[in-house]
Each structure stands twice: as C-alpha cells, then as structure tokens.
C-alpha cells in the first residue's frame, strides 16, 4: 500500500503540474480549452480523494504520519484552494474566465501537493 500512495502522489503532482501548463498556454494564446482540461480537472479532483482514502488506511494499518505538514499539503491546503476556485468561478459573470482561475489554482496545489510529495520521501 505504501508504494500506492507513493506512485499515487507522483501521479497527482505531475496532472497538477500538466493542468498548469495546460492552462497557461490556453490562457496567453486567449483561447478556450477543450473539454478535456475539465475532464482532467475533475480526474485530478478524484484522484485526490482517492489519495486521502489510501493515506487513511496506511494510517488505520499502524504507518506513521511523516508530518503533519505531510497532511496539511496533501489535503487540507489543496482542499481550500479548490473550494475557493469553485466559488470564484462560478461567481463570473464571463464563463469563459473560468479556466483562468482554475489555473492559479492548479499552479497553487502542483507546489502544495510537490511539498506534500517531499515530506512523505523524508526531503527537507
């Protein structure tokens, strides 16, 4: 389990870090993005429960928490970010701007969850 949680972590920074860059070239080339950027979104979303659900078991099966900071990148700080982003969102009167929030906000949670990703390697 713990190498699941592991390659879980790998896989949510990198979409993170993607859904950004994604994002950004969107943005300077004033575009809209295609479909599949929300699909990733909310893949990432997903995944990011997904990963709580397994951080919680390998905790229910006696593996220590590297940090609370571990938890706190991970989860809570991500979690407010998108709430956030969520809610700012949907208050704009132009839809198309929507994506432009949500890549602040995929720029935010890449280097939260990389922070998260290195306490739980042991990196300073």
Same mark, same amino acid.
């Given at each position: ?13 990198? @979409? ?6 994604? @994002? ?27 990963? #709580? ?8 099966? @006696?593996?220590?928490?590297?940090? #609370? ?11 407010? *970010?998108?709430?956030? *982003?969520?809610? #700012? ?21 890449? @280097?939260?969850?990389?922070? *998260? ?5 042991? #990196?300073?």
């Amino acid at each position: 389990m713990p190498s699941i949680h592991k390659f879980i972590g790998f896989a949510i920074v990198a @979409g993170w870090g993607m859904l950004f860059l994604w @994002g950004t070239a969107v943005w300077v080339r004033h575009r809209e993005p295609a479909a599949l950027f929300w699909r990733l979104l909310a893949v990432l979303q997903v995944l990011m429960g997904v990963q #709580l659900v397994a951080g919680v078991v390998l905790l229910a099966t @006696g593996h220590r928490l590297p940090s #609370l900071l571990h938890l706190g990148y991970g989860v809570v700080f991500p979690v407010i *970010a998108l709430v956030v *982003a969520h809610v #700012l969102a949907r208050s704009l009167e132009d839809e198309f701007d929507a994506h432009k929030i949500f890549t602040v906000a995929s720029f935010v949670v890449f @280097g939260l969850t990389l922070r *998260a990703l290195t306490t739980g390697l042991g #990196l300073p």
